[in-house]
Structures are given as C-alpha cells and as structure tokens.
C-alpha cells in the first residue's frame, strides 16, 4: 500500500510527521515522501527540515496521498506542477486527505470543489472562496475518499480515522497506544471559535514575523 506524504518549502513538519507516525504501523505500508525535487524541505523558520526521496513524476498514484500545510501552502495550492499531481494522483487514489491548510492544496486541484471539508482556522474562508468547498469547524471531515483535517494536531486524528477505515478499529487502537495517543492538554486554548480576539491577533503578528 503506496502512501504519499507531499513536501514542500513552508511547510509545518508535524502536519506529515504525526500523520506518519500512525500510518506507517499500517499492514504493507510503503510510505514516500515527495516533492518537485528531491531534497530537503524546510517550515518557514528555516530551522527544521525533513527529507524528499522521490519526486512527483516517481509516484503517480499512490493508495492514499497525505498532503500537509504550513506556511508555504498557500503558494503551493497555486503551483500548477503541485496541484496537477494532486489531482492526477486523487483520480486512481484509494485516500486523498490534507492536514491544515493542506486543504488549500486539495482545493487548488479542484478536489474539494462542493465538499465539506476544513482546515486550519485561519484559511477557513479561503477555501469557500476560492476553491468551492463548504467549511466547517470539525476536527476531521470525511466525505467519500476525501478526509481533511483541521490545524497541525489534527492529523494524527485523521490517520488513526484512516487506519481504522483501512485495517479496522482494532488496529488504529492499538496504534494509538503505540503512540501513547492521549491528549491532556494544559491549557483550554486551542479552539478559535472561544479564543479571545487579542490571542487571535498575537498568532498573526508572530506568524508574520518569520514569513520570508
């Protein structure tokens, strides 16, 4: 079972890693990270960076393609070479999904197009705008073949969903415990629709901060 993750500059590393961590315990798993070229992808901080060992013309039609956000989403979603293999690849898949404002990229591939689907809070509009699609507030969306999840943590709900679609809830159970998947967050914070306006603008201020 092929399972894409795609790569890109911009890109917020726990949207594919924590994804990764649950879906390469899959029976047969074959995971490959992917981008234009091969190489190392970097966040926007520059700091951290993880490797692509194939390029997108080398895995035309993975099983489930998995593609992430991050900073650098919203020019991916307008990069023809990235959006058409998006599509290309969705047409044969078993599994498209997106973690953050990956959706954005799904979005430019035409894929969502009169779907529900979400993403990180602070693209929800855009993907009504701009890409057709019904955005709601859950954490992960499922309609089809089409998951989508909200921001960065996100993720590794949607791949234990996908792994129990896939091999059953027995499975992604034992996973979650694998991965000691069981969140007690400190604080109450992380839902924008109850954070106060002030925490809201304090994110956007230090996000564009290390924009490049």
């Known amino acids: ?34 981008a234009k070229q091969t190489g190392t992808y970097r966040d926007k901080s ?16 993975p099983d489930i393609l998995v593609v992430p956000g991050g900073g650098g989403a919203d020019a991916a979603a307008e990069d023809a070479d990235v959006t ?6 969705h047409q044969s898949s078993r599994w ?12 430019g591939a035409g894929v969502l197009k009169g779907l529900p689907a979400t993403t990180h809070w602070r693209a929800m509009q855009a993907l009504a705008d701009k890409y057709s ?9 499922r309609d089809g073949k089409v998951i989508t999840a909200a921001g960065v943590s996100s993720g590794i709900d ?30 109450d ?4 629709t109850t954070a ?12 564009n901060k290390i924009k490049r």
């Open 133 to 141: 699609a019904t955005p709601t507030t859950e954490r992960v969306v």
């Open 158 to 187: 949607m791949a234990l969903t996908l792994a129990a679609l896939e091999a059953g809830d027995e499975v992604a159970k034992t996973i979650q415990l694998g991965i000691e998947y069981a969140p007690e967050p400190p604080f």
């Open 1 to 34: 079972m092929e399972i894409a993750f795609l790569l890109f500059d911009g890109i917020t590393h726990l949207d594919a890693v924590g994804p990764y961590a649950v879906l390469q315990n899959l029976p047969e798993a074959d995971v490959k990270f992917v």
């Open 189 to 192: 914070a992380g839902d924008f």
């Open 84 to 89: 058409d293999w998006v599509a290309q690849c």
């Open 196 to 207: 106060p306006a002030d925490r809201v603008e304090r994110w956007r201020a230090g996000l």
């Open 46 to 61: 520059g700091m951290l960076g993880v490797e692509a060992d194939y390029t997108l013309a080398q895995v035309p039609h």
């Open 96 to 107: 498209t999904t997106s973690v953050c404002t990956g959706a954005l990229i799904l979005g």
